[in-house]
């Protein structure tokens, strides 16, 4: 384990990554947000109202059927910007390290994000969704419907 | 489009895959479950309170720090079972086809799980943790902590 890299933060740590991926992703759409640069997105989507679209390639249009039926879906997004090696990490509002696994920072061994939003409506391939903080472009992964039944802990604790 | 293989149903639909990855994929653990074979996996995370253990690979160890001041987590997890190319699955449950986007199914064109478990104990690299709905050995991709603020939608609706 070692300390490495120019954008590394005193009490961060840095890992050597595997030699080889175990699977592949296909990047099925992508995500537009009024945010340009990683310095306009919120910090998280609790901090944002903003709406954005989510475009899904033609070839998987058939996927949405009946997805109008949920209120709220998942999206997974590939963070292709972030750095993969950091497992401790210090948030700038923390001021100290905390485990990758215990934040949700886009910098992780799988850049996958993960965010609960509200389906506005969908036409065509185009899907308009309440909460986004992700930057324009960003490579949709993945659409989950949500569950309340297995997806919502209301009294879930935090730090 | 068309509807291909020998464990495709009437009514499900089929697609041909890109040729190649977007990006790739590290499986950083493993999710060790009761459940033996596909047969045996309850149909989801709420038909299930199975107690289940989720081992981290050394190499990754410093990424759980104070991941245990949190009561539930997201994990993801890799369906490496499932086929990628089926954009309308029929339930059995349903009976007819509703599209991959607006189904938990494993089957989808980024075979990532996606389960809320609350987490009972965290002990070296081994996570133990309750309702799981996977097979025994499952690929593990990434561990999030859980925010009630961002996540939970106690009233989201479903069909």
Redesign the interface.
């Known amino acids: 384990?070692s300390v490495a890299g120019s954008d590394v933060r005193p009490g961060e740590?840095a890992?050597e990554?595997?030699a080889a991926?175990?699977?592949?992703?296909?990047?099925?759409g992508r995500i537009r947000t009024p945010f340009k640069t990683r310095a306009e997105c919120p910090k998280?989507?609790?901090a944002s109202d903003a709406i954005g679209r989510v475009e899904?390639d033609a070839?998987?249009?058939?996927?949405?059927?009946?997805?109008g039926?949920?209120?709220?879906?998942?999206l997974?997004y590939?963070m292709?910007q972030a750095r993969r090696d950091l497992?401790?990490q210090v948030p700038a509002h923390l001021g100290h390290?905390?485990?990758?696994?215990?934040?949700?920072s886009p910098v992780?061994?799988?850049p996958?994000a993960?965010?609960?939003v509200e389906l506005l409506g969908i036409e065509g391939t185009t899907l308009t969704v309440r909460?986004v903080d992700c930057i324009d472009g960003t490579?949709l992964?993945?659409?989950?419907?949500?569950?309340?039944?297995?997806?919502?802990?209301?009294?879930?604790?935090?730090?």
């Open positions: 384990m740590v890992i990554l595997p991926f175990d699977a592949g992703i296909y990047f099925i998280s989507p609790a899904l070839r998987y249009a058939a996927g949405l059927e009946d997805l039926l949920y209120s709220h879906a998942f997974l590939w292709d497992l401790q390290a905390r485990g990758t696994f215990a934040l949700r992780r061994p799988n996958i993960l965010s609960a909460k490579p992964v993945d659409i989950k419907p949500y569950f309340a039944s297995i997806d919502s802990f209301p009294h879930a604790r935090r730090p």
